[in-house]
């Protein structure tokens, strides 16, 4: 299979082709031809072009019923956007099923509704009116990384096309697919030729840096590690358009002694091992109030250790590999960290066996350290696997104190049975998104970001229209 970028309504290559890779067993998936910089400038004139030009004519309704129309066509072709994903990333069919596919439809479903029921912001204080014009940005440019391909793309797509922008996309190197078949569903669903343009490539000297250089380009949506969103903000500062950045965390959880412990456990090892570690609201730190602590480390411990490796499309796999050999190297570097830094390995912390057919696939165990307090580089950075470091407390305080001591602030979980407890220390983390007695949910009308350095702005329901818009206020006085 060739993938192609998408500019202008058609598919063009550019001669350079790189190699896309099958993380299961190092088998090829396909070639991909990488955008060149005359394809990333035709993209953005293309999209120049129709934002000026017929797309920018679009009237709310319309756009309403493009975006119905796209995501009932995700859902109609949804067994293809699958299998895509899962040669992609190699993760577990039900996985891919349950949190990736299902969610690219229902992200086009909330922003049409949202857009539908927007109404208008008007003042009228005496003898003035104020009352604000809400367009588009125009073209923007949206950067998306490899660990939930379609999902990630689909959340910033949606209102990006809902608040009328054109966009050009340059997803993940690792993960070219279901961004090129995603192209001919709009296509198919009635947007005009340059309103989704879709260029392959990587970042420095590629695509990537190519289009966050590009003039033409009005704004910049990112998602993505802590140092790629410091580059990209440095690409656009010349042209000073507006960022929306989510980026890595070093997310906490923090367990008390009257945590309802089944459900804490049950929470922690999907926060900890599903998508292999590879969600960026993944939990690495684990702080455990003394009196379970010893409790929690052998529950999660065994919830390691019936963890299952294999074929996607085999319903006793549990988990995929890790998204590359690269990616595996890095994680690799950390588990013998945690050997010099001292760590006690609980679990795991080495390469399966899975046999000739799978062995030349990016596989990993999971790993889970005690013994090493937040000095320890595995408790302080990123490591983006199945993996976490689990640490005593004693008083609340200490807790808040610990969770907090980062340089992130994506999310956190907090697991308590005292409610006034609950909502007071999920209030107390300096994250974007705390959650109470759960993990992952997510409401797509809520606020999504991070803090710190796990990134700027925050999407969802009306704060993803207001990043993709500009706003004009107009004051009638008499
Ligand atoms: P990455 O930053 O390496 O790459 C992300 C995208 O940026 C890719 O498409 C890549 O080609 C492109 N890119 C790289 N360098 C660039 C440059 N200089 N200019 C323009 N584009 C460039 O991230 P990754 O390894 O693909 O993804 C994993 C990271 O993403 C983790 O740090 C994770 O925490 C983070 N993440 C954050 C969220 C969130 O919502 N906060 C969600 C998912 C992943």
């Known amino acids: 299979m ?39 400038d035709k993209a953005v004139r293309a999209a120049r072009s129709t934002f000026d030009g017929v797309w920018g004519r679009y009237t709310v309704p319309e756009r309403v019923a493009l975006l119905r129309r796209i995501a009932d066509k995700i859902d109609e072709r949804a067994g293809e956007l699958l299998k895509a994903e899962v040669a992609d990333t190699g993760k577990p069919v039900p996985l891919a099923t349950t949190l990736d596919i299902a969610r690219a439809s229902a992200n086009f479903r909330a922003f049409a509704d949202i857009l539908a029921a927007q109404g208008i912001d008007a003042y009228h204080t005496g003898r003035l009116l104020n009352y604000a014009v809400r367009k588009p940005l125009g073209v923007v440019a ?12 689909t959340w910033k797509v949606a209102p990006a096309l809902a608040s009328g922008n054109a966009v050009v996309v340059k997803p993940s190197e690792e993960t070219p697919t279901t961004a090129t078949l995603l192209a001919s569903i709009i296509a198919e669903a009635g947007a005009p030729d ?21 003039p033409g380009i009005n704004g910049v949506t990112f998602t993505g590690e802590t140092k790629t969103g410091a580059a990209i903000m440095q690409a656009v500062a010349p042209k000073v358009v507006p960022v929306s950045f989510e980026l890595g965390g070093k997310n906490a959880a923090v367990v008390f002694n ?33 009196g379970v602590f010893d409790d929690v480390a052998k529950g999660l411990a065994d919830r390691a250790k019936q963890l299952r490796f294999g074929r996607p499309d085999d319903p006793h796999t549990t988990s995929g590999p890790l998204i590359s050999q690269a990616h595996r190297k890095k994680v690799l570097e950390y588990y013998d960290i945690a050997q010099q830094e001292g760590a006690q390995l609980l679990a795991g912390g080495g390469v399966p066996k899975l046999g000739p057919a799978l062995d030349k696939g990016s596989w990993i165990e999971p790993a889970l350290w005690t013994g090493l307090d937040n000095h320890a580089r595995i408790l302080r950075e990123e490591i983006f696997g199945p993996v976490a470091a689990l640490v005593p407390f004693d008083t609340e305080d200490e807790a808040i104190r610990l969770a907090n001591d980062t340089e992130y602030g994506l999310a956190a979980s907090v697991w308590t ?37 796990s990134g700027i702005g925050r999407e969802g329901g009306l704060h993803s229209l207001n990043f993709y818009s500009e706003l004009t206020n107009v004051c009638v006085g008499w």
């Not at 340059?194 to 590009?214: D, I, Q, R, W």
């Open 194 to 214: 340059g309103v989704y343009n879709v260029v392959h490539g990587f970042g420095p000297g590629s695509a990537g840096e190519f289009l966050t250089k590009h």
């Open 258 to 290: 009257d945590a309802d412990l089944e459900r804490a456990i049950d929470g922690l090892a999907r926060s900890t091992f599903t998508n292999t570690g590879q969600i960026c609201l993944c939990t690495e730190r684990i702080y455990v109030q003394r």
């Open 2 to 40: 060739l993938l192609s970028s998408f500019v202008g309504g058609e598919f063009v290559d550019s001669g350079e082709l790189f190699d896309n890779v099958n993380p299961i067993d190092g088998s090829l998936v396909g070639k991909v031809s990488e955008a060149d910089q005359s394809v990333v």
């Open 417 to 453: 049975s005292d409610l006034e407890r609950g909502h007071r220390v999920a209030g107390a983390m300096k994250v974007g998104i705390a959650w109470l007695n759960t993990w992952y949910l997510r409401d797509l009308r809520t606020p999504f970001g991070g803090a710190g350095l």
């Open 142 to 153: 949206i950067i998306v990384p490899w660990n939930l391909p379609l999902l990630l793309l």
